[in-house]
């Protein structure tokens, strides 16, 4: 489904990845892992479609989105869930979640995509007309993901889902993860929480100093002397 060849991305004159390879196959969850500073949120925002600045190709559908207007990324199939929420605080709720059901097709349907994002996260519905600056850190994190889900994607990007959450919450997210999994939305997640990461993937990749230095399956990466070094501090 996804398919990164040689991607090099830029900020401003600065290079924040070198010829990254990446791949998420239909219906796949693959994490990214890696110390901070490695590139992961850079390489989040160029699938996006946020960073434009880029060299090489993201294929999602057979579909080159280096080619696709920023604003056109989220009608061939991708959703990002940014890094710290981004929620728009004096909005409600609901309005929060209408507003990312705003390709044609996610219009038509977005009653039965909202009754599926309350079902997955029920204190939305509880708390739908309350503005989302009154919410905890961790319904903000759900209503950033159901926004994320409003636009129906094939392809959700989940950038450090975890950080700043309870345990408790955090495993609320992750056990959502598992749901969205099923439903066969693919997921790349970036994540620092080494073991979160690898738990919930098929696959994954360690990214360090913008470079993909392994990847391989869970258990693979848990054995890496690289990953030992770079994120386990060993």
């Known amino acids: ?13 600065a290079q924040a990845l070198w010829d990254v390879d990446l791949q998420v196959r239909e219906g ?10 490695a590139g992961k949120s850079t390489l989040v925002n160029a699938i996006a479609g946020v ?5 090489g190709e ?11 207007p920023a604003h056109q990324v989220c009608a061939h199939g991708v959703a ?9 605080a004096h909005l409600t709720v609901r309005e929060n979640l209408l507003l990312g059901a705003h390709r044609r097709a996610a219009r038509a349907a977005h009653r039965r995509t909202l009754d599926q994002i309350h079902e997955l996260f029920p204190r939305l519905a ?16 759900m209503l950033a993901i159901g926004r994320a889900l409003m636009a ?23 056990t959502a993860i598992e749901t969205i999994h099923a439903t066969g939305v693919g997921v790349l997640l970036v994540e620092q929480d080494v073991e979160r990461a690898l738990a919930a993937s098929g696959r994954a990749y360690l990214l360090a100093e913008g470079r993909i230095v392994t990847s391989g399956t869970p258990q693979q990466l848990r054995d890496s002397p690289q990953v030992r070094r770079s994120v386990l501090g060993q």
């Open 1 to 13: 489904m996804l398919e990164i060849r040689s991607l090099n991305a830029f900020h401003g004159h």
């Open 28 to 37: 796949e969850v693959v994490s990214v892992i890696g110390p901070n500073g």
């Open 51 to 55: 960073l434009r600045t880029v060299r």
């Open 58 to 68: 993201i294929r999602l559908g057979g579909v080159d989105l280096t080619t696709v």
């Open 80 to 88: 990002i869930v940014p890094e710290g929420r981004r929620v728009f």
């Open 126 to 141: 509880e708390r739908a007309g309350q503005q989302a600056m009154n919410l905890s850190g961790g319904e903000q994190q």
């Open 152 to 174: 129906q994607p094939k392809l959700l990007l989940l950038d450090e889902p975890s950080l700043g959450l309870a345990p408790v919450v955090i495993d609320e997210v992750f």
